[in-house]
């Protein structure tokens, strides 16, 4: 194929490099530079967490059954299981005994080998194939790096880009001609890892990509449509995602975990589940991190891990409304509906009624011994993360989040509402913690305030507030009015606590980094022309230069038409 590379640009990022040609006829975004070493992160403490496991696995195994010969020469029916595993790349949880992982275990006459496979990685939409030549280039212990699209000017541009990475390239990664919910359906229970970053939503994929990850896998997932998983518009989200979101300052954790909600009621379908290792909001999309099990009984605790959320229209008060509950009795757990209503029809603060959006994920997001690991790795290896600061930030912040603590307070929020100046954060934290309660912040916004305690308790803090720093009279109908005009039950105690700074916060970490350029965000689609529409989205100075570019080709091609007419006149 003859191609002039004149008409390409080079882009390199991590180790690997891809030809871009100038009109755009491929979808690349330079924003998603944080997604990728993210991902590439997340890859590589999972093929080190599944060797674990699987040496773990084999050494329970073979204690129980005596000696490692004893199992290669009787091979029993979880040694069954585990070769089955072997060939498949598959693999199970280290602590559930893997006769009961497969309901149909399928017989394989031969030895326990003990040997675990490369992971092999499925990129559903892979447009220039960068990430999926960075996965092959970058991350030690990668097996096949499959990369699929169904537009064949991406693919043949990912072709293009994996013979330019080279020899380790062409023996990792194979693109195909796909659509990648037909692909996925079609190879089920065959990948490791199978990682989703679509333009938008990834609400279509998600039933056959819960069908392709082996049990144990990895499931990685983008959604960028912010303004729908936002409240911009419920009725989409709910159509999309089987949720309803609420506009409240915590909108953006609530989408993430209204996207954790829709894949594990996906997964249900199967009798699989899903377990969160790290949950990110970060520049304009949400990513999530799943692992993705097979379990009929462990499925019936999914009612625990999903509320509904009452807000309140008055005072943004929030709480969760849990779906189901368990009652156990001596040896037995009964799964019941869950008690309703939490709350009465009008706010006990304010008087105001309230919004109820959801259900969403309300178990932890994130497993923390993941998220410390990944760190570690992370600074273990900065050179090798063109995003480093970015994302070391990032996940610095999410290490000292309350893990079991749906959602968040503003406090400029609260204040806005009472009418009343701020308090610094580390008093309103030290008020928390002399208190009995625990608090810390969240990477989703730099003022939100994650804490166990109730909004009662809150309230009373901000009522002593204000006692020491009296606001003006307001109407009696405001909401401020009304929770004023309470006694607080609870005597705050504003002397400063030693845990009123976290760890990042003494040691003076960058946690909420500035956008390293202008115009930081998403990028046209493949094959779009800029216009003076675009202004906001890339900047005067570019629109500008391009438009004036196009206008110059116009110029170029009228007067050649008009030549020929005149041509054709004379004659």
Known sequence: MSMDLNDYTIIKEGEAEILMHAKNEVFFNKTQVNNRDMSIAVLRTFISKRKQEHEALLSKRNKKNGSSSDVEDKPNDCDINIEKSNDQGLEE???????????????????????????????????????????????????????????????????????????????????????????????????????????????????????????????????????????????????????????????????LRI????????????????????????????????????????????????????????????????????????????????????????CSDCGKKFNMGGP??????????????????VKSMKNCYPAYERISAVLTTISEELPDVPLFLSLHNLCATLKCTSPSAVIFRSAVINAGYQISGTHVNPLGLKSDAPMDVIWDIMRCWVKNHPVKAQPADQPGSVILAKEPVLQANFARAVASLSKAQAKKVARFLPNPERHWGPKLRAGRQITSK????????????????????????????????DAIAES
């Open 93 to 255: 949880k280290p602590n559930e005994d893997p006769c009961t992982a497969s309901e149909e275990p399928v017989k394989i006459e031969g030895k326990v080998r003990g040997k675990l496979k490369p992971p092999r990685v499925l990129e559903a939409l892979s447009a220039s194939g960068l990430r999926a030549l960075r996965y092959a280039r970058e991350v030690e212990g990668i097996g096949q790096v499959v990369a699929l699209d169904n537009d064949k000017g991406a693919v043949e541009a990912c072709q293009r880009n994996i013979k330019f990475n080279g020899s380790v390239a062409c023996s990792k990664v194979e693109s195909h001609l796909a659509d990648a919910r037909v692909y996925m359906l079609t190879h089920p229970k065959e990948f490791d890892v199978v990682d989703l970053d679509p333009y938008g939503s990834p609400s279509v994929f998600l039933d056959s990509a819960v069908q392709s990850v082996v049990d144990g896998g990895m499931l990685m997932c983008t959604a960028t449509d912010m303004a729908v998983l936002c409240g911009g518009n419920g009725e989409v989200c709910y159509s999309k995602y089987g949720s309803y979101p609420l506009r409240g300052k915590y909108c953006h954790e609530m989408a």
């Open 259 to 346: 996207l954790l909600a829709c894949i594990e009621s996906h997964a249900n379908r199967y009798k699989r589940y899903i377990v969160p290792v790290l949950s990110v909001q970060m520049d304009f999309y949400v990513r999530v991190f799943v692992r993705v099990y097979t379990s009929a009984s462990a499925m019936k605790n999914t009612p625990l891990k999903l509320s509904y959320v009452y807000q309140c229209i008055g005072c943004d008060s929030f709480h969760l409304q849990p779906i189901g509950r368990t009652v156990s009795k001596n040896t037995s757990v009964r799964y019941l509906p869950g008690f309703a209503p939490v709350v009465p029809q009008e």
């Open 360 to 377: 969403i994920w309300s178990a932890p997001i994130h497993d923390q011994d993941w998220v410390t690991s990944i760190l570690a790795d």
């Open 534 to 565: 675009h202004i906001s989205l890339l900047g005067e100075e570019a629109v500008n230069g391009c438009l004036n570019d196009q206008d110059s080709e116009r110029d170029a091609k009228r007067q050649k038409i008009e030549k020929s007419n």
